[in-house]
Every structure is written in C-alpha cells, then in structure tokens.
C-alpha cells in the first residue's frame, strides 16, 4: 500500500468528498475527522457542519464542536437549518459561500434531503465542491451524497424484491448508491437488493469509522478502521422482473470489490494527470475497480 | 423457474448430494428431508444416519428416526462410530453396502473427520455416491463433504488474513468449500477469507432449512428456506501475500451468485445429456455460474 499519502493541498481546483459510514471517532484518535480538517486545507479554515439530518440538532453540534475544537479548528460553526424555508433564506446559507469544510451529520437521510433538497443549501454544496472544499457526511450524511439515495430498506437475511426504495439525494456522486454501518449492520443483502433491482447503479457499502475519500478525477482512498465495499452488478444476470414482491432474486454475476483501510487508488496512470494536483496518490487500480471508479464520477 | 422438479428416480447411474445449511426443518413440513427421501429412492429405501460429527450421537438419532418414521421409512438406522476402530470394523461399516440414502448429522466437521477420514465409512461414501445413492450432509456434515474443509475460524466482520484454516474433507466434491448458516450467522466474511487465501477453491456459503442438491455431472438445485452463496475468487486480485496475519486483504474482482429456493440449473444443454437420467432438469446455467458448476465436479 506504500506509503502515506499526502492530504495537504485542498483547493487544487477539484474538491474532494469525504464519505464516512457512521459511527466515526470524535474523542480519541480522531483520524477521520483529522483527514476532514486536512482535506478543507487545515486547521485555520473555515469548517461549517449542517445538523439538518438530525432531530437534536444542538447536540449533534456540540459533540463536532468540541471534537473540531480539540483539533485546533477555530473558525467552526454549525448551519442549523429547520425548515425549507431557512434552507432558501440567502442570509443564513450564506455562512457556507466561504466554507472550506462542510460537514453533513448523521441523522436521517430522508430528513436531510426533505429540508435541503433543491434548496440554496444544496446549490451551495455543489458550488463549494466546485471551488475545491471537502464536503463530509456521515451515516446520514453519507447516504445523502449521492444522486440516488437509500431511503428505506426492510431486507432482513436475505435480498427480497421490493424492500429497498430510493430517494433523490444531493448528487454529488452519481451512478452510485451509499450504505453505512455496513458490515456491523449485515448490510450487504439489502445492497444487493438496490444493485439487483437497479443494475445501473453501483453500491458502496461503508463500515463505521470508515471513510472512503473521493476525488473528482483523480482517486479514491480509504481510511479508518473498517474497509469499504464495492458492488457492480452491471453484468447481473437476475430474475428480478419475474418473481413477486418479497421474494428473493436469483442473481448471477454481480462483481464484489473490498478495500481496507490504506487502500489508495489513482483512476488513470499518474503520467497522464500531471496537470491536476492531487489529493490522493497512489497507483492506478486494478482494470475491473478502474472500471467501477470511473463509471461513478 | 418453470414447473416443479420430478426428483424421483434416483439409483439413475450416477448419486446426488443434499448439502444441507443446517437447521432443517425437522418436525414440520420436512420439505428437505422429504427430498432426501426422493433423492434416496423412496420411503422403501434403506436410510442410515452417520452421528459421528456429534458428542450426542444417541439425541441425534432420536430427532433423525422420528422424523424419517414420520416420513414412512421402514429401513432406517443409525450408524454409531465412537472412534476411528469402529470406523475400520468391516462388519459394522457392512451396513453401509446397501444403503439408498446416506445422512451426516451435524456437530463438529474437525470430530467428523478425525473419526471417519481415511477409513473405510469414507470408502463406502465414495462407492455409495458411485452406484447412485444420495449422501446428505447438515451443518458440519455439510462441511464435511468437500476436499478442502472450513475447519477453524476466527474472522469477525471483516475478512482478516490467516483467520481460518481448513482440513481434508470426505472429497465428495472438489475444488469448492461449503459453510452453513451463511446468512443466519452473518459468514460472507469467513468464505471470502477462504477464497482469498485459495483462490482456486470456490466458496459455497448455504442458508439454514436451505440445501444444495448437486448431481454430478447433470446440474444443481436450491431447495428449502432461504438461498446459496457463490463465491467465486478464481479472477481474484488481491493483496493478501503482502500484508501481515490479521489484516483485511483487498480483493478486487471476486464474482459473487446468489441462487434463492426453486433455482434449478442444468450443467449443459438438455439435449447434450440426452443418455443420462437426470434427477435435476431446468435450464441451463448461465455462463458464469456454468463455469463456477462445472469447476466444482
């Protein structure tokens, strides 16, 4: 796995997505949300964390306060956002024009997006990814990230048609759909079920105080203390369209990536990305993750 | 899945294996022990039951005699083997010669194995498989049945080099390793620890009150409660030489199948098996699960 990467330079003209499965250390070793820190370019930026997916917004802030606080971060603030009407209010989503960090809690996902989606405050993600800031989320957070997002599941041991439905999420990944608590949770047959059921979207499962870091671009890498599950069933061949509701597919052919923590992987050949600074080093993944890594980005 | 299955003419030239999950239903519907009664002939057959993977072999021929009595088999016995003398007693292995149908309780594979391997029980699996009996095997005995067996493990929720060991199974089957209660005890981890350290063998991972009925040569079926887990690591990349005993290993590429209840597959075209009597019709397997089939007999 070589050597430690070098998560220094933010604002390289790409942001980055820190993309955390829930549960991450906030008191001890905190090397997820160090990387955090690191990615929105240091501990003298400016850090803003969005409590919107959660019912006690003041105490999900309290604990990133302090654990910010702990990591020498001055300038942190949460976005409290109660209503659809706030999250469309110019004034208050202002705090995140000049955020170098944001962080999304955990929480409920549906929540989350039924406050912010389509609001000021989903435009001001995007904009702040695009200036080259680490947008974070955990748990919630994390689910909320992408274009489709998990929205409820009752898939107990096994797949079953019809126990996952998804949502609009933020889109700042697409073609991918994001699981957390993942191995702590048994997770997998409920992803199955959303790749069985949408071949076209790929899944990743992440365990807790486990964070796959993505580069526009550029690459991917994982961190923490778990590892990080890719699902590709582009190539199923599945009998989902001809049983009924609560039974399980047949599935045939669903590709199964993991990488743990330290896996770091460049999506093209470094040679051929000289002009792009990078967040992430590392060598050029394996053809089928290579593969998977673009389609997602 | 097309119409039901016609199991019945068994003694067709070639065996059957009943891979069984453990915790079959035993006192019910009996689905997975009634198709072992099918797959052995009839009611009228001669059953024997081998208890040697258990402390209590007494206890495990009380709930097996009265199940298979409430299935109407006149000719059942159990088959005790304290230790590996009796194991190599030919009059008392005698009772294996004329058996129709054949069942390995569950227990332990490792005391399955110390007793039985290299004996002449084994022997008289092999020959019995030979001249068309079935041989089913639950939980251990399950297990038992491959060439390379899941013998220890200590692998929580993450693949974790080193964290199992295998052992010389009856060889039934080759180059496939079988656990049980796959997704009731959470195992997908276990069997890709397996597959990682010996990508040559495919891992097989069966549900409780589920089995796989596997003809050699003619095809497979899924029956009972829950489905089979394919795991298939001959495409592997990984980095599991480099890193130190105990760590996750990257596994890029493993193929994973799933077939739930009812999925029947033929090992080639019908027509191609045209001399052969089959206990398994259905279609024939699409092509990765083919490869996965006709690599495992």
């Known amino acids: 796995m070589g050597k430690q990467a070098k998560p220094s330079r933010a604002h390289a003209g790409r942001g ?111 904009a702040a990814l695009e200036r080259g800031a680490c947008i974070a989320g955990t748990s919630a957070g994390a689910s909320a990230m992408t274009a489709h997002m998990l929205a409820d599941s009752d898939v107990e041991l096994t797949p079953e048609k019809g126990a996952i439905s998804l949502g609009a999420g933020f889109a700042l990944l697409i073609h991918v759909v994001i699981d957390q608590h993942f191995s702590q949770r048994h997770r997998l047959s409920r992803l199955l079920t959303v790749v069985a059921q949408n071949p076209r979207l790929q899944g990743i499962g992440i365990d807790e105080d486990t964070a796959l870091v993505v580069q526009h671009g550029v690459g991917v890498e994982v961190i923490g203390a778990g590892m990080v599950t890719f699902l590709d069933g582009r190539h199923i061949i599945s009998n989902i369209d001809e049983i009924r509701l609560g039974k399980t597919p047949e599935m045939v052919d669903v590709r199964l990536h993991l990488l743990p923590s330290g896996s770091r992987y460049l999506l093209r050949a470094p040679e051929a990305e000289a002009g792009v600074s990078h967040i992430i080093d590392g060598k050029t993944a394996p053809a089928p993750l290579q593969e998977f890594l673009q389609n997602m980005v």
């Not at 997505?17 to 991450?24: A, C, S, V, Y």
């Not at 990615?39 to 990133?64: Q, R």
């Not at 944001?102 to 609001?119: E, N, S």
């Open 16 to 126: 980055s997505l820190l993309i955390i499965g829930g549960g991450e250390d906030r008191e001890d070793g905190k090397d997820i949300l160090t990387r955090f820190v690191e990615l929105s370019g240091g501990a003298d930026k400016k850090l803003v964390v969005i409590t919107a997916a959660s019912t006690v917004p003041d105490e999900m802030w309290e604990v990133y306060d302090k654990a910010f606080g702990d990591l020498g971060v001055e300038r942190r603030s949460p976005l409290h956002v109660p209503g659809r009407g706030e999250a469309n209010d110019a004034e208050l989503v202002r705090t995140l024009d000049d955020a170098d960090g944001i962080f999304m809690t955990g929480g409920d996902q549906k929540r989350l997006l039924g406050v912010l989606g389509g609001t000021l405050v989903e435009a001001a993600l995007h």
